[in-house]
């Protein structure tokens, strides 16, 4: 079984496209994370959410709105997607928002703005 | 502000042997954690190892361990025994409130066989 998992895996698309990427983890935990690979391999955090509620809200875009329907699920909405937007998005988990705790990362979805 | 410095981009090492990769944190707490996370080229983020600064004694998990030094805000990792499945990206990694994680660059490790 998966910990975490991200679809899709791949996503290319066109610039001014809204798209979606979805997360899940079956770990029971309470905190889920994106964070950001850029071209240059630096990873960043974008959104914290704990119990579904939004706890790390990093400098982003407000095209990037993030929706926790429950504490499982974690889903990355991005509107008009613009070139620079080009990037893995990694999904991760922990069991709470306390920094003692390791983060459980997904595959990563590698978004491609065309 | 707390940052994390790998300065090391690359680094090879020959299969069976010890490679020790580099890191240094700037951080005002006295309390805190240190995790070591590898990105092999399926891109998967694994957790290598983590340290909790109160604890002395340097982490250890089988093959890999690490020297960290508080005093120098150092946290070394050391891979013995190299293996070709060792070869990966390596990020060091602190956890600031909220366990938001700040990650180094990154150093990437080649394995000859």
């Known amino acids: 079984d998966t910990a975490v998992s991200q679809t899709p895996k791949y996503l290319v698309t066109q610039m001014g496209n809204d798209k979606s990427i979805k997360c899940e983890q079956n770990?029971?935990?309470?905190?889920m994370y994106w964070y950001k690979q850029d071209s240059k391999k630096f990873l960043k955090i974008m959104f914290s959410?704990?119990?579904?509620?939004?706890?790390i809200n990093e400098t982003v875009p407000n095209r990037f709105s993030p929706k926790s329907p429950d504490k499982a699920h974690l889903n990355l909405h991005i509107n008009s997607l613009e070139l620079g937007d080009s990037a893995v998005y990694f999904c991760a988990s922990s069991q709470t928002w306390d920094i003692s705790y390791e983060q459980y990362f997904g595959p990563g979805t590698r978004l491609t703005v065309t | 502000a707390q940052t994390v410095t790998q300065s090391q981009p690359e680094m090879s090492v020959q299969e069976a042997e010890t490679v020790t990769l580099s890191c240094t944190y700037d951080t005002s707490e006295s309390d805190y954690y240190l995790f070591w996370y590898k990105q092999p080229p399926s891109r998967q983020m694994i957790l290598v190892i983590r340290?909790?600064?109160?604890?002395?004694q340097n982490a250890t998990e089988n093959r890999f361990s690490v020297n960290f030094q508080k005093a120098a805000k150092s946290f070394s990792l050391k891979i013995s025994d190299s293996q070709l499945g060792d070869a990966a990206m390596y990020f060091c990694a602190y956890p600031l409130r909220g366990n938001k994680l700040v990650f180094g660059a990154g150093t990437i490790l080649r394995v000859k066989s």
């Open positions: 340290q909790e600064a109160y604890k002395q």
């Open positions: 959410y704990n119990n579904k509620e939004l706890i």
């Open positions: 770990l029971g935990h309470d905190t």
